[in-house]
């Protein structure tokens, strides 16, 4: 990888306490708000999308109603 490349490191969050963008750690850069749960959540429920739309193309009905489910009790 050279200098001018971004490297990789997580999705971009938002702290839900003081509202700092940020890619996603434990803590919060700005407010030192803990966001372990908040980051494990959010790359869960990322993870499960793209479940769902690799069986949504593959056509599989079963693990397409699981994803479902599993999204709508994540988000409540």
Do not use: K
């Not at 200098?3 to 306490?17: H, L, M, S, T, Y």
């Not at 793209?50 to 009905?61: F, I, M, N, T, Y």
């Amino acid at each position: 990888m050279t200098a001018d490349q971004p490297r990789n490191e997580g999705p971009i969050i938002q702290c839900p306490v003081c509202r700092a963008t940020q890619t996603a750690r434990q803590v919060c850069r700005r407010c030192s708000a803990d966001l372990a749960l908040f980051v494990r959540t959010r790359i869960s429920g990322l993870a499960a999308r793209r479940r769902l739309a690799e069986a949504v193309a593959a056509g599989d009905a079963v693990a397409q109603a699981r994803l479902q489910g599993y999204l709508r009790w994540l988000h409540g």
